[in-house]
């Protein structure tokens, strides 16, 4: 049974330039929420989605955007980046159709804004 | 105020201790607790839950909720040098920064 995957592992952009990340929940689960974990910081919340729609956001300017799709794999999408967009981004499932339940965490995005 | 607050650490404990990790949280309506572990390098993994007042324990580890005091604890019982890692106290969708532990051999 394959957990949350994430993909890239690493990624490398320079300021302005824009990045999707990809999502793929664990198996059996219907909810997606993105978090945002700076280094030395607990992960901050940015969205969750569930059946297709964003239903909760953090405090992340419009810049940061996402879908989920019919098989409930997501996307964030970060326009205009700036440096302090550096950070491991986390991709987190759960079954609970919209609840922050027992949260399954993939391995992360690593991204680097230069 | 932050939504979720912790000892940064690091909290150090010899081997066989037990160690105690706490947590607060500002909102009063909170429902849902949770303690996740982090090994450096890694994503969180959800450790232990709990939803009503009172202790819940699940082999070394206890969890305490107070929510009239709006408090969270984790203790873990017989330390490892395996349980260095930082432990994330979540209300509901919020994290706190983080209890770094390290366990001494």
């Known amino acids: 049974d394959a957990g949350v995957t994430q993909s890239p592992t690493h990624l490398i952009k320079t300021r302005g330039q824009q990045v999707t990340l990809r999502c793929s929940p664990k198996s059996g689960h219907d909810t997606v929420s993105w978090y945002q974990q700076a280094l030395g910081q607990g992960p901050q919340f940015i969205f969750q989605y569930y059946e297709e729609e964003e239903r909760q956001r953090g405090n992340f300017p419009d810049r940061f955007s996402g879908h989920q799709f019919p098989n409930y794999s997501s996307e964030l999408n970060v326009n205009a980046l700036l440096l302090g967009d550096s950070a491991l981004y986390l991709c987190?499932?759960?079954?609970?159709?919209?609840?922050?339940?027992?949260?399954?965490f993939g391995s992360g995005t690593q991204l680097s804004v230069l | 105020q932050k939504e979720v607050e912790q000892n940064s650490g690091p909290l150090s404990v010899p081997e066989g201790a037990i160690a105690s990790l706490n947590c607060t949280y500002s909102?009063?309506?909170?429902?849902?607790f949770f303690w996740y572990r982090q090994y450096s390098g890694k994503s969180p993994e959800l450790i232990m839950s709990i939803y009503s007042n009172g202790d819940k324990e699940d082999g070394r580890f206890t969890a305490q909720l107070n929510k009239a005091s709006q408090y969270v604890s984790l203790l873990i019982r017989d330390s490892q040098p395996s349980d260095s890692a930082t432990y994330l106290c979540?209300?509901?969708?919020?994290f706190g920064a983080g209890t770094r532990l390290f366990v001494k051999a």
């Open positions: 909102d009063r309506g909170s429902q849902s």
């Open positions: 987190a499932s759960s079954s609970t159709g919209g609840g922050f339940e027992k949260l399954f």
């Open positions: 979540a209300v509901g969708r919020s």
